[in-house]
T-cell receptor
């Protein structure tokens, strides 16, 4: 149990276009999902915390108008990278917390590798 | 501030034992997680400690000392597939995981 999926697993896009990444909890409900970005050989960087039915909480330095987050249901959160530029190329990972469990573990999706040309 | 300190890289031999140390400073504490991350993949959960002491789980064990802000991950009977990065991630008072850069473990035959 506690499986998180992400789609797409990789995407290549042109500079200036927008890309949407989906994160789904497949077998549990997640009122809270997290979006991370990871550059090669660097640590996971939390971008925002996504709460179902309310606005996401963005970390300092993350532009909320550029990285649009929508958490429309208890099993789905989306991250849209708007007007993507080459410096947005990174590995984007979502995670979700299963409130049905006592342990505050975050279950991670497989990640989405974004390359902006 | 919040800080995680782990060795950047470690090398060990197949079949041996390795201990990866982690010291941390967080605003509040709600337990500490260890994750494994293979190159190009997302992290996977290994262990969770919230009380002092040793938690054993097969070949992997994790230890926590809250008073010292210290944890270690012990890997026994190392296999080639254990080559990965190991991330120590304490959880702060807001239940947010604090991430360091992790320890890259290289296993040699």
């Amino acid at each position: 149990g506690a499986v998180v999926s992400q789609h797409p697993s990789w995407v290549i896009c042109k500079s200036g276009t927008s890309v949407k990444i989906e994160c789904r909890s497949l077998d549990f409900q997640a009122t809270t999902m997290f979006w991370y970005r990871q550059f090669p050989k660097k640590s996971l960087m939390l971008m925002a915390t996504s709460n179902e039915g309310s606005k996401a909480t963005y970390e300092q330095g993350v532009e909320k108008d550029k990285f649009l987050i929508n958490h429309a249901s208890l099993t789905l959160s989306t991250l849209t990278v708007t007007s993507a530029h080459p410096e947005d190329s990174s590995f984007y990972i979502c995670s979700a917390r299963d409130l049905g469990r006592e342990l505050n573990e975050q279950f991670f999706g497989p990640g989405t590798r974004l390359t902006v040309l | 501030g919040q800080n995680i300190d782990q060795p950047t890289e470690m090398t060990a031999t197949e079949g041996a034992i390795v201990q990866i140390n982690c010291t941390y400073q967080t605003s509040g504490f709600n337990g500490l997680f260890w994750y494994q991350q293979h190159a190009g993949e997302a992290p996977t959960f290994l262990s969770y400690n919230v009380l002092d002491g040793l938690e054993e789980k097969g070949r992997f064990s994790s230890f926590l000392s809250r008073s010292k802000g210290y944890s270690y991950l012990l890997l026994k009977e190392l296999q080639m597939k254990d080559s990965a990065s190991y991330l120590c991630a304490p959880m702060d008072s807001n239940y947010q995981l604090i991430w360091g850069a992790g320890t890259k473990l290289i296993i040699k035959p």
